[in-house]
C-alpha cells in the first residue's frame, strides 16, 4: 500500500481541552477512509491540523512520505489537500465561478482576472464530476446538494490528491447522497485519497474501505471496513454496547386529552390540512425532503404565509402572527438550521441557552439569582450532555454536535407544552442521539407534546406514536402504533397526491 497522507502521533491542546493526544492515520492513493468517533472527539480538529488551518503541538504530517507543515490551508491547497468543511465556506452572494477560484483567480500579464478561462475550469470540473451546473449562478440560488458539489469542486480544483470531506452527507436527502457517492467512487479510481467523516454508520459500509476510531481525543483503532460490523463500531466509538438506541415502546395513553387541532392552507395554494396533536404524544412529521414539512410546522407557528391558519389550542382559537405568539402560548420550534436560527457562535454556551429564539435576552424573575440562573444552565447542559470546558466556553469552539445540543438545551427550561423538532439529531452521534431519543420521551411523558421532524426513518418508526406522512406539499397519509413501518412510509412519501389535488409545488426545506 502506497501511504499518501500519513499524520503520525499528532498532539493538539485548546484552551482547557486536549483535542488530539497523539493520534495517527494513515490513507492509501485510491482509498476511502473512514474517521470516526463521538461528537467532539476530535475529528474536525484533525483534518484542519493536515490542512493548515490549526497548527499541531506535535506530531507530523506526511505526504507521499514527505514531512509537510503547512502554515494555512492556502498553502494545504498549494501541495494538493482539500477540505469540504463540516460548515459551508462559500459566499452565498457571488457567482459558483469566483467562489471556486476565490483569492487564487488566474490573471493575464496586466493583472486582469482571466474569466474564460475560470469559466472553462469550472466546466471542466464540473464534467469530472459529471455535474450539471451553471458557473455563473450566484451560490445562494443553489440547492444545499449543489453547494456540497461546488465545495468539492473547489477542493479539487487543484489537483487535490487527498480530499477530506467533513459530514457531506449530513445536509443530504438519500438521491443526493448517492450523487456524492458517485462523484467519491470516481475520484477512487482516479487515486484520490479521500478521508470521510460521517455518523451515519451505514454509509460508512456503504462506501469507505478502511476505518479509523478516535475517541476524546485518542486514537482507538484502525481496520478494514470488511472486518468490522455495526455494532463493534459503535463499541470502538463509545467505548460500551449501545443496545437499543431507542427507549422501549410503551402503550399510548389511550385518550390522552386533545391539545391541538389546527387547519392550515400555505400561501399560494388552494387545499388544507389538518392536524391534531395529544398530550403527551409524539408525532412524526415524515416526507421527503421538500415535501412541506418544515413549511407546514412554520406556519403553524407564525412563520410562514398562510391563507388559512385555524388553530385551536387547549379548546381555544388562537392566531400567531409570529413565533413570539405562538411561544408565549407554549409552542417551541427548534429550528433545522442552527447556525443560522439557532446559535450565535461568539457567545457562551450559557448566554445561548438563556437567549430567546427571538434574539432578547432572557430576562430572570427578579428574585432568580446569577447563581440560580447559572444552576440552570450547568442543568440544562448536562440533561443533554453537552461536552465543553464550561458554560463559558463560547459555542464556536464545540464540535458541531455538541453545537446541536445546546441548541436543544436552550428549548428544555422554557416551560413548553408543545416542542417542534426539525432534524432534531442531525450532526449527531449515536450515543447522545439516544440519549436525545430518551430526553423526547421523558419530556412526552411529563405531558409535553412533540412534532418531530425527520428524515430518518429508523427515528420516526422507533419513536413515534402516530406519523403523517407528506407528499408535494401535503399530507397523504397517517400511520400509527404498529402500523408505522418504513416501507409504508416510504411508499406513501414518494407517491404523487391525486392530481387534481396539487395546487402547488413547495420550495425545497433546504
Ligand atoms: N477552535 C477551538 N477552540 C477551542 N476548542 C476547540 C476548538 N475547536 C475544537 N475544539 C474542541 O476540541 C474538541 C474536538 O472537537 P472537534 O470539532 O474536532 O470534534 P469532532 O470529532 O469533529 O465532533 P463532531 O462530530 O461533533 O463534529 C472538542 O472538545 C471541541 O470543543
Ligand atoms: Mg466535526
Known amino acids: 500500500m502506497t501511504a499518501v497522507l500519513s499524520l503520525e502521533q499528532v498532539s493538539k491542546q485548546f484552551p482547557g481541552v486536549k483535542a488530539l493526544d497523539n493520534v495517527s ?11 470516526l468517533g463521538e461528537n467532539g472527539a476530535g475529528k474536525s480538529t484533525l483534518m484542519k491540523i493536515l490542512c493548515g488551518i490549526h497548527q499541531p503541538d506535535e506530531g507530523t504530517i506526511r505526504l507521499d512520505g514527505e514531512p509537510r507543515r503547512f502554515t494555512s490551508y ?37 493583472g486582469l482576472i482571466r474569466h474564460a478561462q475560470m469559466r472553462a475550469e469550472a466546466n471542466a470540473l464540473f464534467d469530472r464530476l459529471e ?45 443526493e447522497v448517492e450523487r456524492l457517492f458517485r462523484i467519491m467512487r470516481r475520484l477512487r479510481e482516479d487515486g484520490v485519497a479521500m478521508v470521510f467523516i460521517s455518523h451515519h454508520l451505514e454509509e460508512i459500509f456503504q462506501i469507505c474501505d478502511r476505518i479509523t476510531v478516535l475517541r476524546d481525543g485518542t486514537y482507538v483503532d484502525s481496520c478494514r471496513v470488511a472486518d468490522t460490523d455495526h455494532d463493534a463500531l459503535v463499541e470502538m466509538m463509545i467505548g460500551r454496547r449501545v443496545e437499543n438506541i431507542f427507549p422501549p415502546r410503551q402503550a399510548r395513553a389511550a385518550n390522552s386529552p386533545l391539545l391541538l387541532t389546527a387547519e392550515i392552507g400555505l400561501k399560494q395554494t388552494d387545499h388544507t390540512d389538518s392536524i391534531t396533536l395529544h398530550r403527551g404524544e409524539i408525532l412524526g412529521f415524515a416526507g421527503l425532503v421538500g415535501s412541506g414539512r418544515s413549511e407546514f410546522a412554520m406556519a403553524l407557528i407564525g412563520a410562514y404565509p398562510t391563507r388559512v391558519a385555524q388553530i385551536r389550542l387547549d379548546g381555544a382559537d388562537v392566531t400567531f402572527r409570529s413565533p413570539a405568539d405562538a411561544l408565549d402560548a407554549g409552542i417551541g420550534m427548534l429550528p433545522e438550521d442552527r447556525k443560522r436560527q439557532g446559535l450565535i457562535l461568539p457567545f457562551s454556551c450559557a448566554d445561548n441557552i438563556t437567549l430567546n429564539h427571538l434574539g432578547q435576552f432572557y430576562r430572570p424573575a427578579p428574585f432568580i439569582s446569577r447563581k440560580q440562573e447559572a444552576e440552570t444552565v450547568d442543568a440544562a447542559m448536562d440533561q443533554v450532555r453537552v461536552k465543553a470546558p464550561s458554560a463559558q466556553t463560547p459555542v464556536a469552539s464545540l464540535s458541531g454536535g455538541n453545537q446541536q445540543k445546546v ?3 436552550r428549548w428544555l427550561d422554557r416551560g413548553c407544552r408543545i416542542l417542534i423538532f426539525d432534524e432534531p439529531t442531525r450532526g449527531i452521534d449515536v450515543g447522545a442521539k439516544a440519549e436525545i431519543y430518551t430526553l423526547m420521551k421523558r419530556l412526552a411523558a411529563q405531558g409535553i407534546a412533540i ?38 412510509i416510504m411508499r406513501h412519501a414518494v407517491t404523487e397526491p391525486r392530481r387534481n389535488d396539487v395546487s402547488h409545488s413547495v420550495t425545497e426545506d433546504a
Open 25 to 35: 492515520l494513515t490513507v492509501a492513493a485510491g482509498e476511502i477512509h473512514a474517521l
Open 74 to 110: 492556502r498553502d494545504a491547497c498549494a501541495t494538493g489537500v482539500g477540505i469540504v468543511f463540516q460548515e459551508f465556506s462559500l459566499v452565498p452572494w457571488l457567482s459558483v465561478v469566483d467562489n471556486i477560484f476565490l483569492g487564487r483567480e488566474p490573471r493575464n500579464r496586466l
Open 131 to 175: 455535474i450539471d451546473i451553471d458557473p455563473e449562478i450566484s451560490v445562494h440560488r443553489l440547492s444545499v446538494a449543489d453547494q456540497q458539489f461546488v465545495e468539492i469542486a473547489k477542493a479539487l480544483s487543484l489537483n487535490a490528491r487527498v480530499l477530506v470531506l467533513d459530514e457531506p452527507t449530513a445536509p443530504l436527502t438519500p438521491s
Open 407 to 409: 441548541v436543544i438545551a
Open 451 to 488: 412534532i418531530m421532524i425527520s428524515s430518518e426513518l429508523p427515528e420516526i418508526t422507533g419513536l413515534c406514536d402516530r406519523v403523517l406522512v407528506f407528499s408535494h406539499g401535503r399530507i397523504v397519509a397517517e400511520l400509527a402504533d404498529e402500523a408505522i413501518e418504513a416501507d409504508t
